[in-house]
């Protein structure tokens, strides 16, 4: 079993109050440690950031099973700011700990290996934080790995819009798939990946919709698997959707969704729908699954939660063994010997 573990979720915005109420709203978090950092110890890329350095406001909060960092560059040369700058709002790192990787050398070693330089360091709050540039490797995201293993979530919620049960997957949309897998094996350590294409058609989309109009649309994807998370990396390939019409072609790869609530009762499928669309957030794309058998939906909590949608799932009954079965699968446990 892989073992990262998934800290929290690093997301970029424009206005850290609006967005606190959002999260409030959106997934009840009601208690935030709030700052504003201006570290005079900045290193971007290897550079002293000495002439503009960065700062922003934060704020960290969570509920039962996640837990965010919200930030708003206010000035200055930061990761946090190069994201808002050149991709807009959005999930910019994600910060995990590996428990095999137990200090800040073994990490720092881990990633000189892989040939993945240091994007921003700098001591925050008394801690030395450093962010690795993995945006090309990855898909348009950093990541910030530690040594102390703090799993998401552990706090009280009151009165959330969505139920969540944690991160069942980040949905990461990327040029190519398969060019990414290797990167993911060697930073993460996931070894094995369910490959599939979804498309509209029987047995995998049955029914797409985009934007309320049925739609001939079809991405390439591979799901891994790490201790408390997952990823689900997708390619389009043909036709409307999402993914490509308002994210991908704006602002390029990058994480587009988190799916974080599933349900097995059609009536509190139709409960979550209705009670989100009420407040105005609709589902934008989704479709029956695998014969009918599930469902998907994304609902538009883009603007409200920082350019990402929350992606729910209603899992009806068990489908078809020839539905259910990825296309194929990729172990990279089985992986030659290059001489070979």
Request: net charge negative.
């Given at each position: 079993?892989?073992?990262?573990?998934?800290?929290?979720?690093?997301?970029?915005?424009?206005?850290?109050?609006?967005?606190?109420?959002?999260?409030?709203?959106?997934?009840?978090?009601?208690?935030?440690?709030?700052?504003?950092?201006a570290p005079e110890d900045g290193i971007s890329y290897g550079r002293h950031n000495t002439e503009t350095p960065g700062r922003w406001a934060s704020a960290v909060g969570s509920n039962e099973n996640l837990t965010f960092e919200?930030?708003?560059?206010?000035?200055?040369?930061?990761?946090?700011?190069?994201?808002?700058?050149?991709?807009?709002?959005?999930?910019?790192?994600i910060q995990v700990a590996v428990p095999e990787l137990a200090n800040d050398a073994a990490i720092t070693h881990h990633f000189a290996e892989l040939g993945i330089r240091q994007a921003y360091a700098a001591?925050?709050?008394?801690?030395?934080?450093?962010?690795?540039?993995?945006?090309?490797?990855?898909?348009?995201?950093?990541?910030?790995?530690?040594?102390?293993?703090?799993?998401?979530?552990?706090a009280a919620s009151t009165d959330a819009l969505l139920p969540t049960e944690g991160i069942y997957h980040f949905g990461v949309l990327v040029h190519d798939v398969?060019?990414?897998?290797?990167?993911?094996?060697?930073?993460?350590?996931?070894?094995?990946?369910?490959?599939?294409t979804w498309e509209t058609g029987a047995g995998r989309l049955d029914r797409s919709q985009y934007r309320g109009e049925l739609v001939d649309h079809g991405y390439f994807t591979a799901q891994g698997a790490c201790s408390n998370?997952?990823?689900?990396?997708?390619?389009?390939?043909h036709g409307p959707s999402h993914y490509n019409r308002e994210f991908f072609d704006i602002r390029g790869p990058g994480?587009?969704?988190?799916?974080?609530?599933?349900?097995?009762?059609?009536?509190e499928w139709d409960r979550i729908i209705h009670t989100?669309?009420?407040?105005?957030?609709?589902?934008?794309?989704?479709?029956?699954?695998?014969?009918?058998?599930?469902?998907?939906?994304?609902?538009?909590?883009?603007?409200?939660?920082?350019?990402?949608?929350?992606?729910?799932?209603?899992r009806r009954r068990t489908p078809d063994p020839a539905y259910a079965s990825?296309?194929?699968?990729?172990?990279?446990?089985?992986?030659?010997?290059?001489?070979?």
């Open positions: 079993m892989n073992t990262t573990i998934l800290n929290r979720i690093g997301v970029v915005v424009y206005d850290l109050d609006a967005a606190v109420r959002s999260y409030e709203k959106i997934y009840g978090i009601t208690s935030w440690e709030r700052g504003t950092h919200l930030i708003q560059p206010l000035s200055g040369e930061s990761p946090f700011n190069e994201h808002l700058r050149t991709k807009r709002e959005g999930i910019c790192f001591t925050v709050d008394g801690t030395q934080r450093r962010f690795y540039d993995t945006r090309t490797e990855l898909g348009g995201f950093m990541v910030e790995m530690v040594s102390e293993q703090r799993p998401m979530g552990g398969m060019a990414t897998l290797e990167h993911y094996r060697a930073i993460f350590g996931i070894q094995r990946y369910e490959m599939k998370f997952a990823f689900e990396i997708i390619e389009c390939n994480i587009h969704h988190v799916f974080t609530t599933m349900t097995t009762d059609s009536a989100a669309a009420t407040v105005g957030y609709e589902l934008c794309m989704g479709s029956p699954l695998r014969g009918n058998a599930a469902e998907f939906g994304y609902l538009d909590t883009f603007d409200d939660l920082g350019g990402y949608l929350v992606e729910i799932v209603v990825p296309d194929w699968v990729i172990d990279y446990s089985t992986q030659l010997d290059k001489e070979c």
